[in-house]
């Protein structure tokens, strides 16, 4: 009777044994099928970093460029090498007058990503705001370069040929934007002051005339 006690014992141990080996290799198993899905999410910090830039914008939207700042500088301390970042902080300081630093961050932008048109352009903007008008020329250039049919590049061509008196190349690069967008009162307002500058009245009025029709029919 004792043998038979002890064999019964004995047998239940090995059973208890395979019980515990199975549930461990289930878990081993179901461990290193999660493991790949894991590996595939994103970083935490880039996921962040694009929050930040999504409210960084918004708040440019808004007009709230302290605030647009702050948020593009978290972008840019989560993650250094995000061109939408420096892009953006670079437009909020320029609206703050933080000149300089909008410099800074247009050059790192373009140096991440060196083939985007319109980072010359918005370089070109600070570079004209801060009246490097020859730098400004030559950003407006590089985005035409990469995509002849910017408008807002004439534009800002022809707005600089004007500052520098080329009135001539001035009014060429205006008529280029207005081809190109016909309808943006901003460009006729543009031509028309650099007609009246060349004292062509006329056609500067004709110029402002259609400024403040397009102005009524967004009304």
Known sequence: MNRRVIIFVFAGFIALDAIVLGVYWLIQR??????????????????????????????QRN???AEAVAAFEAAVREQPD????????????????????????HDRAIELEPGRHDLYWER??????????????????????????????HLGLGEVYRELGNLTESLSHLNQAIALKPDSDWFHRERGNTHRKMGN??????????MRELQENRK
């Open 30 to 59: 179901r461990f290193s099928a999660v493991q790949p899905a894991q590996a595939a999410v994103p970083p935490v910090e880039r996921a962040s970093a694009s929050n930040h830039v999504a409210k960084g914008f918004a708040f």
């Open 63 to 65: 007009r709230q460029y």
């Open 82 to 105: 995000y061109s939408d970042a420096h892009h953006g902080l670079a437009q909020a300081q320029r609206e703050t007058g933080e000149l300089g630093a909008a410099l800074s961050n």
């Open 124 to 153: 070109g903007v600070t570079c004209q705001r801060m009246k490097d008008y020859d730098a400004a020329i030559s950003n407006y250039k590089a985005c035409l370069e990469r995509k002849p049919t910017f408008a807002n590049a």
């Open 201 to 210: 009245q006329q056609l500067a009025d004709a110029d402002f005339a259609k």
